[in-house]
């Protein structure tokens, strides 16, 4: 939202506004470009939070909660459009080793330790990550074909 604001601060005056607009509908976006661009303007535009109505509050909260790459939920939906249940569980698993060298250091620096930095990704998700766990399985049993 910030670079939508910043964006529009910078380049604004010499945008086509004609234009995005048409593209906008034309991409069936044109209420969302707009809310987004309103919100964003809204809320960066002053140093305190301005009154904002009950949906604008709610896309605030989208957009704070999200992250860089949406929320969990959204990310599992759109992996299982292009994969079924059982090959998503298991590239998740046993990602590639690629994967796994920037993942798990010790693999990054030796990759025949591959098997082993697996042993060492479950047993940190089931001790560490055991809350991120629950979200996944539960969005792919909401999610899955």
């Known amino acids: 939202m910030l670079d939508c604001y910043v964006y529009c601060k910078v380049k604004g005056d010499t945008l086509d506004w004609d234009y995005i607009t048409a593209q906008c509908k034309q991409l069936k976006i044109a209420d969302f470009e707009q809310e987004r661009r309103s919100l964003a303007i809204k ?15 709610e896309m605030l909260m989208y957009y704070l909660s999200a992250g ?5 939920e959204n ?3 759109k992996k299982l459009k292009d994969q079924t249940k ?26 025949i330790l591959y098997p082993v930095g697996i042993v060492y990704r479950w047993g940190r998700v089931l001790a560490i990550r055991r809350d991120y766990l629950k979200k996944v399985i539960k969005a792919v049993k909401n999610y899955a074909k």
């Open 43 to 57: 809320v960066f535009s002053t140093c305190t939070l301005p009154e904002l109505t009950e949906s604008e509050q």
């Open 68 to 72: 860089t790459y949406g929320t969990l």
């Open 75 to 77: 990310r599992v939906k």
């Open 86 to 111: 059982t090959s998503y569980i298991l590239r998740n698993m046993f990602p590639n080793v690629a994967y796994m060298k920037q993942s798990v250091k010790f693999v990054g620096k030796c990759p």
